[in-house]
């Protein structure tokens, strides 16, 4: 048995049995995660996977340091592009994002260390039972969003967090009758 929001599409089953919620300490992958949850706003993820080899061809293959270069002229190509999400304040963020992940990896080595201090180093391994007991947020969403925020970064509320958290196996949030849930459990452990 799988969770329930993955049943019922074969480009979600595909990312729910091989990624959603696999640990992920490699930064560009993280980044890709971040940027990718940042252009979900207000839309589902199905979209967002629909489109997500566009968005490598598009973003650099989530390059950080290429988007952190990124110019008006590259924004404006990038908002005419319809692979994508042509939205000017998503595609604005992603690479002030970019610039922001290039400063925390300065300062602690990689976006990794940063990130997963927020979850004390660990998967977090929930026990849900149906799909109506996951939460929008938590307090370590809350508090990664708050920190992300103060140093400059966009988009990044506590849903889009914790959703990112989610995705990165920062939580372990497969239900419990789920056959991932014990997979991810012993790849965290």
Known sequence: MRCDWARYNQLMQKYHDEEWGVPVHNDQLLFEHLILDVFQAGLSWQTILNKREQFREAFDEFSIEKIAAYN??????????????????KIEAAVANAKCVLEIQQEFGSFATYIWQFTGGTTIHNHFEKLTDLPANSSQSDAM???????????????????????VGMFNDHLTSCFRYELILNLSN
């Open 72 to 89: 008006n002229k590259k924004i404006d190509e990038l908002t005419k592009n319809p692979g994508i999400i042509r939205n000017y304040q």
């Open 145 to 167: 969003s708050r920190d992300l925020r103060k140093r400059g970064f966009k988009f990044t509320g506590s849903t889009i967090c914790y959703a990112f958290m989610q995705a």
